[in-house]
């Protein structure tokens, strides 16, 4: 199944992009369906740069190849998505629940397909051998560094969670080599996250990263990526779009990391749940 979200990762990357590959992405935004039956040489001469520029342009949007690419593009446009306005007076209310419905699956779904097995693994080596892990990350991200906390913190790890810089700081200030951040931020660019990643990769240590397509300056500075495909308007009452494909995101990493530990992670998550039984009502719904 082809991998969605192929415009929105370049409609997010396009500032940071170097000239030759910001021409080959504003040709394709221009002309999406002309790009899908092109050839590498073909995009090349019509968006006037060069076969290298295309190829560098398909692997710093971590496409595997441009026919990867091109059939990312073919399920987009298939789906025909359109960014969410939220703030619309002469919507009616079943046109603004569709059309919120409609960006919010959307999403989820492409952020979850973005999701590659390999970076999977590496961020569950890192968890695994981890003597602590912070996670950090600032306003609605501070809704996934708690759920980041509370999920892994189920399963017998080490987590600290938090909002606040200076308690980041304070937490990383002891920093072990075994030590692992995982930093989340929509943007990228996030400066009180943006700093505290860079204290860490000063100092050698693993980051891992829930983040914006990996052309920002927070996926620069990780070990590991994972991706959030969003469509976000500048303005608007709150994320929704990026903060569910994130916590969809930790729910694929926990998901991941239960199955390839599975005795430990059944026997962690028996203790926890025996830990809290006495304070739970039976309702039928646990």
Same mark, same amino acid.
């Given at each position: ?15 940071r ?19 899908t ?6 995009? #090349? ?10 190829i560098r ?23 025909n ?7 619309? &007076? ?7 629940? #569709? ?10 779904k492409?952020?979850?397909r ?7 693994e ?25 759920? $980041? ?23 990383? #200030? ?21 700093? $505290?990643?860079?204290?860490?990769? #000063?100092?050698?240590?693993?980051? $891992? ?7 920002? &300056? ?8 994972l ?60």
């Open positions: 199944m082809p991998i969605t979200g192929a415009m929105e990762r370049i409609r997010q990357n396009l500032d992009l170097k000239p030759s590959e910001k021409r080959v992405a504003l040709w394709i935004l221009d002309n999406p369906t002309h790009c039956n092109l050839s590498v040489r073909e995009l #090349a001469e019509v968006s006037r740069t060069s076969q290298s520029a295309v342009f398909c692997q710093r949007l971590q496409f595997k190849s441009f026919p990867d690419l091109k059939l990312s593009i073919v399920a987009d446009l298939s789906q998505n359109q960014i969410f306005s939220e703030i619309n &007076p002469n919507s009616s209310f079943h046109a603004i629940r #569709a059309a919120l419905e409609e960006s919010l699956v959307t999403s989820i492409n952020s979850l973005g999701v590659r097995e390999d970076a999977l590496q961020v569950c080596q890192l968890i695994v051998s981890s003597r602590r892990i912070v996670a950090f990350g600032s306003g609605a991200s501070a809704v996934v560094a708690t759920d $980041i906390q509370q999920k892994l913190q189920r399963l017998g790890y080490n987590v600290w969670a938090t909002s606040d810089f200076h308690t980041a700081a304070t937490l990383l #200030a002891h920093f072990d080599p075994a030590d692992v951040l995982i930093a989340v931020s929509y943007s990228g660019g996030t400066t009180d996250v943006l700093e $505290i990643a860079q204290w860490i990769h #000063a100092h050698g240590g693993p980051i $891992i990263s829930i983040t914006g397509y990996g052309l920002s &300056p927070l996926g620069d500075l990780s070990t590991a990526v991706p959030i495909v969003a469509s976000e308007v500048p303005l608007r009452v709150g994320a929704a779009g990026s903060l569910l494909a994130a916590l969809a995101i930790v729910n694929s990493l926990l998901l991941f990391l239960v199955n390839k530990y599975p005795e430990r992670s059944v026997a962690a998550l028996s203790q926890t749940k025996n830990a809290v039984a006495s304070h739970v009502i039976p309702t039928g719904l646990d």
